[in-house]
């Protein structure tokens, strides 16, 4: 009979902590739940509030994404491998619809090749942005460009023709915009066109 109140103890004392081990879990929970929450709180934050700055980007740019035109070919204008997209080559159309037409070295200046490269990567943006329906914060990187510059026989200048798209998609993408790069000359494109570029472009889901 004198055993009972240190076991009636040992009872009470197991079941103390029992609960302490309880209450320790549940705040042990609580904690990492809301650490978490937190931190998807704040990647959801940075995510959303990239599209807006590149919207931004593309303003102060003079720049407004259009409907890509349909192939003209037997071919799709974007194929998606992974998390990469292959981007078909992209034609210099100004805003007015007409083509950047001639030959560097010929009837065309690097600066007017300058800008016949950057409506092509205009119009790289303008089927990314319908790729990824209208969210092109889901850019992780612009992996590699090839341009291609319709050229005179003695004209040398291809890369500074082709900085045009590069540095549109430094400009838009920042960091995410530097790229790997061939700038290949040719002695005639598609049409007479100055310029056609192609990307690969790496994205998130």
Same mark, same amino acid.
């Given at each position: ?10 009872? @009470? /004392? !197991? *079941?103390?902590? =029992?609960?302490?081990?309880? +209450?320790? $879990? ?18 959801? @934050? /940075? !995510? *959303?509030?990239? =599209?807006?700055?590149?919207? +931004?980007? $593309? ?95 003695d004209f ?7 900085n045009g ?41």
């Amino acid at each position: 009979i004198s055993s009972l109140p240190n076991a009636h103890c040992i009872t @009470m /004392s !197991m *079941s103390t902590t =029992s609960m302490l081990v309880r +209450t320790l $879990l549940f705040f042990s929970v609580l904690l990492t739940t809301s650490t978490t929450v937190h931190s998807f709180s704040r990647l959801s @934050m /940075s !995510m *959303s509030s990239s =599209s807006p700055v590149i919207a +931004t980007k $593309l303003t102060e740019l003079g720049i407004v994404l259009r409907e890509p035109p349909s192939p003209k070919g037997n071919y799709v204008s974007c194929v998606r491998t992974g998390n990469l997209l292959h981007l078909c080559g992209h034609i210099p159309q100004k805003d007015d619809g007409t083509l950047w037409k001639g030959r560097l070295g010929e009837s065309l200046t690097v600066e007017e090749g300058y800008e016949s490269a950057k409506c092509c990567a205009i119009a790289i943006l303008n089927t990314l942005n319908k790729e990824l329906e209208g969210d092109l914060s889901r850019v992780v990187q612009v992996v590699k460009v090839v341009g291609f510059v319709n050229s005179a026989n003695d004209f040398e200048q291809q890369p500074a023709v082709i900085n045009g798209a590069s540095d549109l998609f430094g400009n838009v993408f920042g960091a995410a915009g530097v790229h790997a790069r061939s700038a290949v000359g040719t002695n005639v494109l598609p049409l007479g066109i100055a310029t056609e570029v192609e990307a690969v472009i790496e994205i998130r889901d």
